[in-house]
């Protein structure tokens, strides 16, 4: 079964400085991944994705995530936050495995991001 | 565009009662997955319809049920309910073709609570 796992419950950061957040999959093959993103008060919404070729995506707001296939992870990161960046941030897999795999995500448990100004 | 809908927003329910939550998703989307969310096993998929059909289901007992009409509007339910069945339901559509199957657009949730 594929699992995800996300290093950081809780990051506190200052506005200007860079993040990183870690995510690791357990699974033994192809895998599509993403980066989703919980604003206070607001829907789950994605912020990037990655399916195939280049290993580093480029999503929404100035995040970039890198694939790295040796070590199973799919790091978010962005190297100036501002404190409007404050939100849970939800790593996610699917296999790349058609009919199994449809609709169904497996998500990390989400790292809150606490920006202060 | 309008996003996804999800009715009731908040519910209240009691041991033993059923629960039906509706969605209504993206124009133009036919795939509508249903994922619980608890602050213990975090967001857990439940099901995903695509054309009336359920494409694919998750580890949940069979009191979890849903369905999806011609318009692809969603309905779940849960029969039989537990005090661990109090959760956040959240709804998402696609446009249900792979790989964008996982490129889910999420509603606002229905929060359900079992006394």
């Known amino acids: 079964a594929q699992s995800v796992s996300q290093h950081n419950h809780h990051v506190i950061l200052s506005e200007a400085a860079s993040l990183e957040l870690g995510c690791n999959y357990s699974y033994g093959g192809t895998v599509n991944l993403f980066w989703y993103v919980q604003y206070p008060g607001q829907h789950l919404q994605l912020l990037l994705k990655?399916?195939?070729?280049?290993?580093l995506v480029k999503g929404i707001k100035g995040f970039e995530a890198e694939f790295i296939k040796s070590k199973f992870s799919f790091n978010l990161r962005k190297p100036s936050v501002q404190w409007s960046d404050t939100a849970e941030y939800f790593c996610?897999?699917?296999?790349?495995?058609?009919?199994?795999?449809?609709?169904?995500?497996?998500f990390g448990q989400g790292t809150i991001l606490t920006v202060h100004p | 565009k309008a996003g996804v809908t999800q009715t009731p927003r908040y519910l209240i329910k009691t041991r033993g009662q059923q629960v039906t939550l509706s969605c209504s998703p993206i124009s133009g989307h036919r795939s509508v997955s249903w994922y619980q969310q608890t602050p213990g096993q975090g967001l857990q998929f439940l099901f995903e319809?695509?054309?009336?059909?359920?494409?694919n289901k998750g580890n949940f007992p069979g009191r979890f049920s849903g369905r999806q009409f011609s318009n692809s509007r969603s309905e779940m339910n849960v029969s039989t309910l537990e005090l661990g069945d109090s959760a956040l339901y959240l709804c998402?559509?696609?446009?249900?073709?792979?790989?964008?199957?996982?490129?889910?657009?999420f509603g606002e949730g229905s929060r359900l609570t079992v006394l």
């Open positions: 990655y399916f195939s070729g280049d290993p």
């Open positions: 996610a897999v699917t296999s790349n495995a058609g009919g199994t795999s449809y609709g169904k995500l497996t």
């Open positions: 998402a559509s696609s446009l249900g073709g792979w790989p964008q199957s996982g490129e889910l657009f």
């Open positions: 319809y695509f054309s009336e059909t359920q494409r």
